[in-house]
């Protein structure tokens, strides 16, 4: 399966995770004939089933402003017709919801985001559908005189669907998401249809939401192999929480994965004793352990080690819609929090930030963390962690060392790491996540050897088989760069 | 309203009406991705909730042998997507049912319809959907959350759709079809949006489904001003079951209806005493009162005087997916089945054959009037009907005055009647809806005029004031052409 190399403009990605109905509300959506309305106050809490009414017409509004922050691809949770605000209750996977625009806005989307030369990838959730999806409801309706009677798991009619108890095997036994049987034939055909369709559309790939419950690997070597013939640029990431090298190419169907062991990795260090381990523990991410810089790095070369060509393809990230935000995990201690973004953005595989990390936005478990943007309240903003976004992904993209370079270990203590990034002569990162101002002092062998500090004005230079030179602040990284 | 004069089409047109599930199954909508299979055999009885699997390239691949028949438009019972083999419950007003192949089998059709001269009218369910229809299924997931709120006459939540009796205002208090609350300015910029679409996308005109349950002039004033907008040439059909003038334009949004008090009169005097008027009252024909001539043209001149502009623009129907079949009625008598439908195709207005009348297909209620056209099965063919049918088709396409002329009684007396159509030197119409031969004999002012038969052989001449020279054989009629 796969063999087919990673597309070269995932290494150069940073993505930002939109969850569509969050994000801005053009007002353009209101225009669609199947939109609706009203929607709820912008500003208030949101609810489990309430809606914002932010559209794909505002995504594109805001693409300028997105560029300006550094992101270059666009992560978007699910688009098409569905009853839910966050749209994995997929009602028709052939259409883009009509509240967000429907397929047009999606269309304006694509080509203003293309003609910035920035890319979007899409949310495939292929292993359950709604209980809107046609087939479902043709089902429900006709019981098995359906021509669709092969297209769910399904124990008895006539269907209980909107009792407690679901009679047809459903995500985590939840009526509302009725397992889709892609062993029928039909089915297979749909969901690839679908897969390839949207790629033709314009989208630049898939993050496939659940794969793992797809137990088939040869349904995921067609939609592989589907995909990258109708585009051999489109991306392929899978919504996997562990290690999962099987599922990644070249032994399996994606180019990479939503890589959460990164993330608590990176959680597990920065957020150092003040994260809210309890927070965190009750949602998808699970246990964050307490690391220090060694066990930190540890983690880094584990997840590096377990892929063959190095995670470049993986998306990674600190948090998303499934997960409390940073800011609030970290207590919102803003210096923790841009310090957690900055060092995602400097390892290797694509960042991802969740829209409203870069400001700090709070929000605990859902609906809380799927927050609208507030845009209307900038007073709100956290600057300090914007600035340092920024900057970070700014830094990227000018290092080609930090987007393709590999990862080496120097040294590790305490709170504080430094690694490599493109080899001795590439770029050295030192990071120091404690409280305490860091003056560094590093092994180095070649005497003479001379860097400078890309996000701050210090300098180091090698002798007696010491770097040093600067003092690195709490709580902040720097990138030194190597002078000839 | 209105005041925009007839299509001119529609004058000559000869319709056709397809139930697209049970008319021919192609094969070719299996390869479109959100078709499904298997199907129920396509000679066995048919089921309320079964599918056939007729569809729309197969509709299109019989036109060549509707035009052979003398068919010039068809009117497709509703080709959305639906959970209903009728595809009356919609699920999605802008998207034709994958099982018949999907917009792109409709776009075939259309093209191939167009190609050949012929039209091709859609079915209107506005005043309900189906309970999977996105807004409903929106608003049953998310209750008073959803900005569908306003789709539906709710009078409670959670909606109880699924149970005996609905919270919510439904047709005839049928759970599965909620009723849409026009009133709603989105809903209502729903329809009309519906409305254009197929229009623009090609469709030659609507037939209304249940229209009167829209008491909303003001909708169907602007319906007619939006459809009429996109295609003035585009037909409108109303789903009346009595006479009702305020409909029609000019005074009403509709060119025509379905013309049932037509339809009933011309079965209460060809039908005798032998119809099955049981059979028939239980269904929307209600009473079919036996009619002798002189009552069958009282009915035929009130429909006619109901109406400024004549009837041309009705429907003319003696049967359809919601009446037993003719030749059941008729108690499979093809005679009296075959001049009911010749007698249809010589009056004011466009005649309607429901598929397989014209071969003499059996069929009490639902779903039984619903079968499998009998391709595979040419024996059981009534060819006589057929033959009938395809010459008085024949003969309207031929004779302007079938299609424009004026209708003026002349005599009538028992189960004899004598018609002109097109004024004295227009054609003259007998018919002998009586189990004996009638040796023509009527009254006649211009010594010396001539007509000749062009159904039969025979001739006609005035002496005398009578206009005699030919007999008439039972269950007949003819149309003598006025000979200079």
Known sequence: MGGM???????????????????????????????????????????????????????????????????????????????????????????VDPILGGDTALRHLLDEAHARGMRVILDGVFNHSGRGFFPFQHLLENGPASPYRDWYYVRGFPLHAYGA???????????????????????????????????????????????????????????????????????LVGE?????????????????????????????????EGFDRELAARSGLGQVPLLDAAGWVEQVEAVLAAYPEGGFGHLNLLGSHDTPRIYTMMREDAARTALALELLAVLPGAPSIYYGDEIGLPGAHDPDNRRAFPWQHPERWNRAILERVRRVLELRRKQE??????????????????????????????????????????????????????????????RGGRLRGAELPPLTLEAWAWVD
Not at 191 to 206: C, K, N, P, S, T
Not at 207 to 231: M, Q, S, Y
Not at 256 to 263: E, S
């Open 165 to 235: 108890k679901p009679n047809y095997d459903a995500w985590w036994d939840n009526p509302e998401l009725p397992k889709l049987k892609v062993a029928t034939p039909a089915v297979r055909r749909y969901l690839l249809h679908v897969a390839e369709y949207w790629i033709r559309f314009g989208a630049d790939g898939w993050r496939l939401d659940v794969p793992e419950e797809i137990d088939d690997p040869a349904f995921w070597a067609e939609f592989r192999a589907r995909v990258k013939a109708a585009n051999p640029e489109a991306y």
């Open 240 to 272: 996997i929480w562990h290690k999962a090298p099987d599922w990644v190419a070249p032994a399996g169907p994606f180019d990479g994965l939503m890589n959460y062991p990164l993330g608590r990795a990176v959680l597990g260090f920065v957020g150092g």
């Open 401 to 462: 060392a930090l987007r393709r370079g590999g990862f080496a270990r120097v040294w590790s203590e305490g709170g504080r790491a430094a690694f490599l990034r493109g080899g001795e002569r590439g770029l050295l990162l030192t990071v120091n996540a404690g409280s305490a101002g860091w003056a560094l002092d590093l092994p180095c062998s070649r005497h003479g050897e001379r860097r400078q500090g890309l996000l701050a004005d210090g300098r180091l230079a090698c």
């Open 5 to 95: 190399s990673l597309p070269d403009w995932v290494f150069d990605a940073a993505f930002y995770q939109i969850f569509p109905d969050r994000f801005y509300r053009s007002g353009r959506a209101a225009a669609w004939p199947e939109a609706s309305g009203p929607f709820e106050p912008w500003d208030a809490p949101p609810t489990v089933r309430g809606f914002k009414g932010g559209d794909l017409w505002g995504v594109a509004d805001k693409l300028d402003h997105l560029l300006e922050l550094g992101v270059n691809a666009l992560y978007l949770n699910p688009v098409f017709a569905s009853s839910a605000n966050h749209r994995y209750h997929t009602s028709d996977y052939l259409r």
